[in-house]
């Protein structure tokens, strides 16, 4: 049995990154966008916390705890204008949103 490294920790990063850039790059409905952009965070998290261990230094760790909570603040300011614009457009599709245009 090998075990796991950190080259393992950057390939499943590097995949949550691409499935999360292309989530954001292709889909119009912006629920999915914000998971998206989790996933991406979350592919950040995996790699400092990687690093932290590889390099035995917990400043990633540290780091990594900035960005959950970063997250959820996006999290949560992303779900309430989401709902505001829910009740004012009835939809979630990015391309039917044009609140900004004149």
């Known amino acids: 049995m090998h075990p796991i490294t950190t080259v393992h920790y950057l390939a499943l990063s590097a995949a949550l990154l691409i499935i999360g850039t292309v989530g954001v790059l292709t889909r119009r409905n912006i629920v999915i966008i914000l998971m998206s952009i989790e996933l991406i965070l979350n592919a950040v998290n995996i790699?400092?916390?990687?690093?932290?261990?590889?390099?035995?230094?917990?400043?990633?760790?540290?780091?990594?705890?900035?960005?959950?909570?970063?997250?959820?603040?996006?999290?949560?300011?992303?779900?309430?204008?989401?709902?505001?614009?829910?009740?004012?457009?009835?939809?979630?599709?990015?391309?039917?949103?044009?609140?900004?245009k004149w």
């Open 47 to 100: 790699n400092l916390v990687a690093f932290s261990h590889a390099l035995k230094n917990i400043d990633g760790q540290i780091f990594a705890i900035f960005v959950i909570t970063d997250a959820v603040a996006e999290a949560a300011v992303g779900l309430g204008i989401l709902i505001a614009l829910f009740r004012n457009k009835e939809t979630v599709l990015a391309d039917e949103v044009d609140l900004l």
